[in-house]
């Protein structure tokens, strides 16, 4: 049952990602694409990860996948602050590169 | 020793990571992770710079877990934005400077992070407590930041 439920938490989480990439492929300038990034790499991973848990249930499985979880709820938001930190002050407007 | 004893959860905490990684939670494997989450906290202490910051972290365990169940649900709740602003081509992004009530490191460092996990926010630069914020939302300056995030911050983490 709990298998069944995990598999579809991780559709839903392959559904997120694949109109994260419709949107950045959508959009030509730089600063839309790093906003809409954020959706793949959040919102998609976080819900794959929890359909993982679903599958293997409570075990060292899930606590290492937990662990992975956490690190990359630290690990994403540092790589797109820098690459919007730097396109801002090596001084890329909003609307240059349309 | 006294590193040791300010930061015992700290290191309750590394040890529990240390048994997960070993896979056991036998005490052989608890004994070994405390020596070295010790051993690993009083090199962090020695750090140039790094004493400072460890010493002043103070997080309150149920109010920083409410922190994250709030953040969870903003972040759903903006990836459903997300797409309907994806699916209009509706995205127009603009630079919002906008100024926080909190006022330590560590709790500006969550909240950032926390403002950058968020879809259609990018924490872009900061100075003291003033932060730039990257954002499509076509809203007031003050609704960006969640209010209710800001407080549980201010409750969980304290200097």
Known sequence: ?98 | MKYIINHKIFTLFLTFIWCILCGSFSIHAIIIGLVISSIAIFLGCHIPGGAQYLHSLNVSFFNFLKFMFILFIDIYISTFKMFKLIFTSNINPRLVPIKTSLNNDWSIFFLANAITLTPGTVTVNRKGNKLLILTTYPEESNKIVNQSLVNALSKGVKH
């Open chain 1, 1 to 98: 049952m709990f298998e069944i439920i995990g598999y579809i938490i991780i559709s839903i989480g392959l559904i997120f990602m694949l109109i994260g990439l419709i949107g950045l492929l959508k959009f030509k300038n730089f600063y839309s694409r790093v906003l809409v990034s954020s959706i793949i790499d959040t919102a998609s991973f976080i819900t794959i990860i929890i359909g993982v848990i679903f599958i293997k249930g409570i075990s060292f499985f899930s606590l290492k996948i937990i662990l992975i979880l956490l690190l990359m709820l630290f690990l994403n938001p540092l790589a797109t602050h820098t690459i919007a930190r730097n396109a801002n002050i090596s001084g890329l407007r909003i609307g240059d590169d349309n």
